[in-house]
């Protein structure tokens, strides 16, 4: 599903390039469930956010699904990453003005889903997170718990084939760590959607298949998960 | 989509209240000052094109060359308008017509002194009124005949039809009603309450019938069949005196009707603009307000993109484009700009009062005008539009990596353009001061310039009536000073402030034969410069019955003709050898803005026109007011008093600076105060921006002052690049408006200083509303979330 080869990414300063990615080649196909771990400043944000089209490589070759990423152009961009790539933030980044139904509504008045379709999709997805009850809350009224929930709800709601989560328990007490985690893995198993994470935790590390430990933006390991949980 | 976008702008709106309103605030001040200019506009260029064949039509000019310059005037001989007729092609219609002049009515006991003219039925072809009763093609032929205006009609016949009725005209002719016309409309060159023929015009003025191309006396207006003529016409005017008369002056020239009003100023026989320039500056007012207005919107909306980052780095991470966030961001500012425009609806109701109150004229939202909605609803879309634009582009360019990583520097590339922003609302601002500082040095310059006389306590009031006759003229005199509410009376031929007759055929000693100077002339009775507080130079007044062949003369008119020693000089005026008897000095009779004409003044008893009173100072001034109403009832009861405060009429020639003092000085207000709301927003910006730095430097022992300072000093540095650019500016544009005057003030430092005072001042006090908020917080609050 997507292949990376020869992936770098640097900010030259001043002449002196500081250098994020080297050489990050990988392959990641569909189904599987990755954490990327590593220490602060090792690249895997910047690693996602490259998964996720947020940001372009420097050098590299980018398929998505067969596509060249890096050249599309920026409409055909667009359209691939509606079509399949769902974003969930550490600092959930809900839209505040937003009831929570909109936040979840929004992704497909992007993708322009039809009015009665977008209405019975997110009731499915609301009645799925058992939060019927709060559809017309604001973000700032829900714990954080709930609000991460909200924003996997709206990952969810386009029908993405993979989910990009940096971080997504980071801001979040251990009990609701779990449930989040816990989804995470269902969502993997029961419903094949391809989840890639960022994590500090070997705990939500280990919910998935396989790690890629990155080093000072070079991939150390790559290992397969044995089971356990 | 759009519903949701509308939905969320409405919060947005509502959870930053303070922005909405200083944003709401903004536009509809812009909006609404730019409304009712434009309204002010549209009034003044809608002048004389209700007629239907309005740009057919045009008035006959009259170019009169003297030594120094080419005087033009509107006036024209009664037998121009049939030789235009006969002799010139293409002419549809030609009609000679009186000016408009206050004349008693009556019906019964209703009397009232209203506007009248008198003209001839082609006068109706070419300025067609609307006719409420009555044929337009049989008015104005019977000698004894009258159209009313629909007031007109109402005030003397109640709701009785007037038609075949009769009124009483100067307590003289009885007139009989043809027709009823509908008012005539504010924005007319014209205006009149009656309208009589010519016919009873030359019944009343005998020397009518036989004047000649020698005297101008009347308005001539012509339509052609078709503007394709107008070359050929014009051309044609242009000899039209001397073809008639070997000793007529000058050349007639035809000037469209729908010009008249704007551009009625003439410079060596060429129209050379006039109200117009007024006009123009009001427009590039209107806009640039507006603009301010939007510059303001601009800066608040872009000040807040820290927090709006956030949003748009979510929406282009859950799939926006780009497009549909400047959709989203557009939608709030076209909502912003029609809320502005809902409360500029009630401001330019408001103000206009005021305005019509101030401009002596009467403005009103047309709301059956499409025209007025198609300006307002384009105005509140373009502003919309403006204002929303720089935001929109900048808003949606953020990359949504940076900001969702919670870049703190998002914003401070457009620090800059925001910077500029203000200093362009600056800039307009501190010009707006500087002029309307200098426009009321000018003002207060020509006001308190010596005028000649003494115009306070002086009343005066038409001649008419009872009045005519020389002998109540007489009793009026006795009976005023005896009664001790007036200390002298005079009478003159014209209104003190009024224009009157002037002649370029004055011969005196060592005349060269090719001097054309332009003399004033008027009739004056005794006691004139000691009714006036004038002053003689040398020489004596007019004395009783013995002065029919003596005259006084002004300064100015001895300087024009070099006379050495002029009491005894015999001059030649009006076909008769005169001994000059005074010389007076000049006294302001035109206008104030320009060295006195030449004048010569005569005693002639028929032709007083206007009583002059000198109030008694040591009376009470409203108890001798009454006094004199009282005695001017009782000696001439058939007509209503009619008196005037000298100093008022006189007042009334700064009109037009008036106007444009107080104009400027509203509309500069609102300059200044938009550009404060400007200013508010850039400091909550940058107050934002260095929360941290701030806190800092508090950490490490910064006082309150030493924050202040730092804040504030960035702020003093725009407002004094504003100034600089608006110094130059000003300059010349105040430089080119006092330039009409021949009569002006230098241009002092004073209203450079003054700006420069008042902006920083205004600025410093409203970029510390902010930073004394800063200033005092809280550094942990800052720090702690780093």
């Known amino acids: ?229 | 989509m759009f519903k949701l976008n509308l939905k969320i702008a409405l919060r947005n709106l509502w959870k930053n209240k303070v922005y909405t309103l200083i944003n709401v605030g903004g536009l509809a001040i812009g909006l609404a000052s730019c409304m009712v200019l434009l309204i002010y506009i549209a009034y003044e260029w809608s002048y004389d094109k209700q007629f239907k064949n309005y740009d057919k039509t045009y008035v006959v000019y009259n170019n009169s060359k003297a030594n120094t310059q080419v005087f033009s005037w509107a006036w024209t001989p009664g037998l121009m308008a049939n030789e235009v007729k006969e002799k010139i092609p293409g002419v549809a219609y030609a009609s000679h017509s009186t000016y408009p002049n206050d004349q008693l009515i009556s019906n019964g006991e209703k009397k009232f002194k209203k506007s009248a003219v008198y003209s001839e039925p082609s006068f109706l072809k070419i300025l067609d009124y609307k006719f409420i009763k009555g044929n337009p093609d049989k008015v104005l032929r019977e000698v004894n005949s009258v159209v009313l205006t629909e007031t007109m009609a109402k005030n003397l016949f109640g709701d009785e039809d007037p038609i075949n009725r009769s009124v009483k005209f100067n307590n003289k002719y009885i007139l009989k009603v043809e027709a009823v016309i509908e008012d005539i409309p504010a924005n007319n060159s014209i205006r009149f309450d009656f309208l009589m023929p010519w016919a009873l015009y030359a019944d009343q003025n005998p020397w009518v019938k036989n004047a000649g191309w020698g005297g101008n006396f009347c308005l001539t207006l012509v339509q052609l069949q078709d503007n394709s003529f107008f070359e050929k016409a014009n051309g044609l005017m242009k000899g039209i005196y001397s073809r008639n008369s070997k000793d007529a002056m000058g050349e007639a020239l035809l000037h469209p009707l729908a010009k008249w009003h704007l551009y009625s100023d003439f410079d060596n026989g060429k129209s050379v603009g006039g109200k117009i320039d007024q006009i123009k500056i009001f427009f590039i007012l209107a806009f640039c307000i507006l603009l301010i207005a939007c510059v303001n919107f601009m800066n608040l909306s872009t000040a807040r993109s820290e927090k709006r980052g956030k949003e748009v780095g979510v929406r282009k991470a859950i799939g926006s484009s780009r497009k549909s966030l400047i959709g989203q961001f557009m939608t709030e500012s076209m909502l912003l700009a029609i809320m502005g425009m809902v409360i500029s609806f009630v401001l330019i109701e408001v103000s206009l009062p005021y305005f019509n109150g101030l401009l002596n004229i009467q403005l009103a939202i047309n709301y059956h005008d499409w025209k007025f909605w198609v300006a307002l609803l384009s105005l509140t879309l373009t502003t919309g539009f403006i204002a929303g634009s720089y935001p929109a582009f900048y808003l949606s360019s953020f990359e949504p990596v940076k900001v969702l990583k919670g870049a703190s520097n998002i914003g401070s590339s457009s620090l800059s353009v925001r910077k500029i922003l203000v200093v362009f609302q600056f800039s307009f601002a501190t010009c707006l001061i500087i002029c309307t500082a200098v426009i009321y040095q000018q003002l207060n310059y020509i006001k308190n310039k010596p005028i000649g006389y003494n115009n306070g306590g002086l009343i005066e009031m038409p001649a008419q009536g009872n009045f005519v006759n020389s002998e109540k003229l007489d009793l009026l005199k006795d009976q005023l000073v005896k009664s001790g509410a007036a200390t002298s009376i005079t009478y003159f031929s014209t209104p003190l402030g009024d224009e009157g007759n002037n002649t370029f055929s004055v011969g005196w000693p060592g005349k060269n034969v090719n001097d054309k100077v332009l003399f004033n002339y008027r009739s004056a009775g005794y006691d004139f410069t000691k009714t006036l507080g004038a002053q003689m130079v040398s020489g004596r007044e007019f004395l009783r019955k013995a002065d029919s062949l003596n005259v006084i003369v002004n300064e100015a008119a001895i300087k024009v003709m070099g006379l050495k020693q002029p009491i005894g000089a015999k001059i030649d005026f009006e076909g008769a050898k005169v001994t000059i008897i005074g010389v007076m000095k000049n006294v302001v009779t035109e206008s104030p803005y320009q060295t006195s004409k030449p004048m010569i003044i005569y005693n002639r008893a028929e032709e007083f026109s206007n009583i002059i009173i000198r109030l008694n100072p040591s009376q009470n001034l409203s108890a001798s007011v009454d006094r004199i109403d009282e005695i001017v009832k009782a000696l001439n009861p058939d007509f209503p008093i009619d008196r005037r405060f000298v100093a008022d009429t006189y007042e009334y020639k700064f009109q037009n600076e008036k106007l444009l003092g107080t104009l400027s000085n509203w509309f500069g207000g609102f300059a200044i105060f938009i550009s404060c709301l400007g200013l508010l927003g850039l400091a909550l910006f940058i107050a934002e921006q260095r929360k941290k730095e701030i806190s800092i430097r508090k950490v490490l022992g910064a006082s309150t002052a030493n924050i202040l300072t730092l804040l504030n000093k960035d702020f003093v540095k725009l407002v004094s690049i504003a100034n600089l650019i608006a110094f130059p500016l000003a300059y010349i544009v105040i430089n080119k408006w006092l330039s009409a005057y021949e009569f002006r003030v230098s241009i002092s430092a004073l209203p450079f200083a003054i700006a420069a005072v008042l902006s920083l001042i205004i600025a410093i006090l409203t970029v510390s509303v902010q930073s004394v908020k800063v200033a005092k917080s809280n550094p942990i609050d800052a720090l702690k979330y780093e």
């Open chain 1, 1 to 229: 599903m997507i292949e990376l080869k020869n992936i770098e990414k640097y900010y030259a300063n001043k002449g002196v390039k500081s250098y994020i990615l080297r050489h990050v080649t990988t392959s990641i196909k569909q189904g599987e469930f990755v954490s990327i771990m590593g220490p602060s400043g090792a690249g895997k944000s910047t690693l996602l956010n490259i998964l996720g089209m947020l940001e372009e490589p420097t050098y590299g070759q980018y398929e998505f699904m067969g596509e060249d990423v890096v050249s599309l152009n920026e409409r055909k961009r667009i359209e691939l990453y509606r079509n399949h790539i769902g974003f969930v933030f550490q600092a959930y980044h809900l839209i505040d003005e937003m009831t929570v139904a909109e936040n979840i509504e929004a992704p497909l008045l992007y993708k322009k889903v039809p009015g009665s379709e977008r209405k019975s999709r997110v009731a499915d997805i609301l009645d799925r997170f058992n939060m019927v009850a709060k559809s017309d809350l604001f973000p700032n009224q829900l714990s954080g718990g709930q609000q991460q929930l909200v924003g996997i709800a709206r990952a969810l709601v386009a029908q993405p084939s993979i989910i990009l989560a940096d971080e997504p328990t980071g801001n979040l007490q251990s009990t609701q760590a779990l449930q989040i985690m816990d989804l995470f893995k269902k969502l993997n198993e029961e419903e094949g959607i391809t989840i890639v994470q960022v994590t500090h935790s070997e705990v939500n590390a280990a919910y998935g298949s396989r790690i890629l430990h990155l080093l000072d933006g070079v991939i150390k390991e790559d290992v397969v998960v044995q089971q356990t949980v």
